[in-house]
DNA sequence: TTCATTTGACCTAT
DNA sequence: ATAGGTCAAATGAA
């Protein structure tokens, strides 16, 4: 049984894991096309009025300007990459002037054990919890943390050592959600995340506002990164 | 003094 | 050759 609350509209796309490979396109289902590409890892995407505070510790390590973009692309490694070996990166990127838009793309799973919770960390290779905890942001115009269901759930603020200053601050409220097939959202088209997978073993594509009407879909969706039920 | 950010250089894939 | 991603020295902030 996978469960799952999410908040805004979330898209899920796994895909084929190709080794050699590491180029692929996700299409929005609903939005203007995502394309997400490099490694053999876990990516998903997540768009919004502001940077995300994910909860997690984030160093910035390079800015690019990219082609065709009117924003540069700014790049972010854990902090705790050195320390613990943590190989989660994120790359936040300005999508629109106005509305102001952030995209912010996750590479990777947090191996690091920077938590408050520690008991609730989320680990899609576990192969032993049987219910999945993830965690979303339901706080618009002020998203926290826990944007993504592969992050764990550290609960300690970015703001320590001012790490992820552009970041807005964690909001007071709980942001954690048990995944439950009682799947409740809003509708509000700001907020919206894209998951993939390499791990799958073809492709897969669902929207969430499909899976409120069939969780056992969800399942499926999940089932690249669940692998235990 | 320590640590994070900035930013040009360098590396790699296409 | 070009674009995207990363490195690392310089710089700044706490």
């Known amino acids: 049984m996978v469960m799952l609350f999410l908040s805004g509209t979330v898209k899920m796309i796994a895909h084929t894991a190709v080794i050699g490979f590491d180029w692929f396109n996700l299409e929005s289902l609903s939005e203007s096309a995502i394309h997400v590409c490099r490694r053999t890892e876990q990516t998903w995407e997540k768009e919004s009025e502001a940077p995300i505070d994910d909860g997690h510790q984030w160093r910035k390590y390079g800015q690019k300007e990219i082609l065709n973009a009117k924003f540069p692309r700014n790049y972010y490694r854990c902090t705790h990459k050195f320390d613990q070996g943590c190989q989660a990166t994120k790359q936040v990127q300005r999508v629109q002037e106005e509305p102001i838009l952030y995209k912010t793309t996750y590479y990777g799973l947090h191996t690091c054990k920077n938590l408050a919770n520690p008991e609730i960390i989320l680990d899609p290779m576990s192969p032993s919890s049987s219910s999945k905890f993830l965690s979303f942001d339901n706080s618009f115009p002020t998203p926290s943390k826990q944007e993504c269901p592969f992050l764990s759930s550290s609960n300690l603020p970015s703001s320590v050592k001012g790490e992820c200053k552009e970041e807005v601050p964690p909001s007071t409220s709980s942001n954690h959600y048990l995944i439950s097939s009682d799947l409740t959202f809003d509708s509000s088209p ?17 929207d969430i506002s499909d899976v409120l009407y069939d969780s056992a879909q969800l399942d499926d969706a999940f089932e690249p990164f669940l692998e235990f039920r």
């Open 190 to 206: 700001r907020h919206h995340v894209t998951l993939s997978s390499t791990l799958d073993s073809e492709y897969k594509s669902v």
